[in-house]
């Protein structure tokens, strides 16, 4: 089979698949009240009216602004922290009790810190996607900085290389796999977590909308809302998130 009809067969599934969805949404909104579940037309006059409201942009951008600043943060410390823990058995072990913290809290007490701590800002979402990612990526980066083959590290020492070399040239290398996979974990909760802060701890953004319309039981915006979110995070996902893994890791498909 060709590129071009596996492109086509794929394609033909995702319409097939958004049509059946489609059409049992629109058959439950035959059945239910507006205010509990709308009508695929209805949430489509309100995606509408959000076009014309002229904050729905900047809503977005503030959004994006803030989660994609915190998954930066998360993947820069978590990927230093990682290796570190990797190439330092003794400093792993004295850390993964802090790690078992970090990964048990939840992203709603994170919220409720950042509140206290930031008020009413930018940095309350930032810092959540942050304490949310970030451990993510540091415990996928330290499981491969786990599995570098040996021999490779004591090439590297037989070469005499530096602590900082043997990091760059050995353990960075063989953990992109492990990173890429854990970052589009990462990227998946924060976007979801950036709601839960802006909806207690923000003025503005998607998740401000969110919970608006929520309080004026607007359902049919709620779901506008959602639907951009959803259609935003697939975006990213499939534009950019995954082309730069296969860009990165095309050498495997020459082996």
Known sequence: MTLLSRT??????????????????WQGSQHLPTFIL?????????????WHTGTLFHD???????????????????????????ANPRVA????????????VSSAIW?????????ISDATTVFVVFMTAMPLILTNVWQGALNVETQFVELAHSFR?????????????????????????A???GWRVSLVAETLGSSDGIGYRLRQAGDLVQTSQVFAWTLLLVA???????????????HLFRWKKRI
Do not use: D, H
């Not at 004295?94 to 048990?104: D, G, I, Q, R, S």
């Not at 919220?111 to 008020?119: D, E, K, L, M, R």
């Not at 290389?161 to 854990?182: A, D, N, V």
């Open 111 to 119: 919220a409720i810190f950042a509140i206290i701590w930031f008020g």
């Open 187 to 189: 990227f998946g909760f």
């Open 60 to 86: 977005i951008g503030v959004t994006l602004g803030r989660v994609v600043s915190g998954f930066a943060l998360a993947a820069l410390i978590g990927t230093l922290c990682g290796l570190v823990l990797g």
């Open 38 to 50: 709308p009508s695929p037309g209805a949430t489509w006059q309100a995606l509408l009216g959000l």
């Open 93 to 104: 072990r004295f850390c993964e009790p802090l790690l078992a913290v970090l990964n048990t």
């Open 161 to 185: 290389m530096s602590r900082r070399q043997l990091l760059s040239k050995i353990y960075f290398p063989s953990i992109l796999p492990y990173f890429f996979s854990g970052a589009r974990l």
């Open 232 to 246: 935003l995070m697939l975006l990213l996902e499939g534009g950019l998130l995954k082309p730069l893994e296969r």
């Open 8 to 25: 086509l067969s794929l394609l033909i599934q995702r319409l097939v698949l958004m049509g059946i969805f489609l059409l049992a949404w």
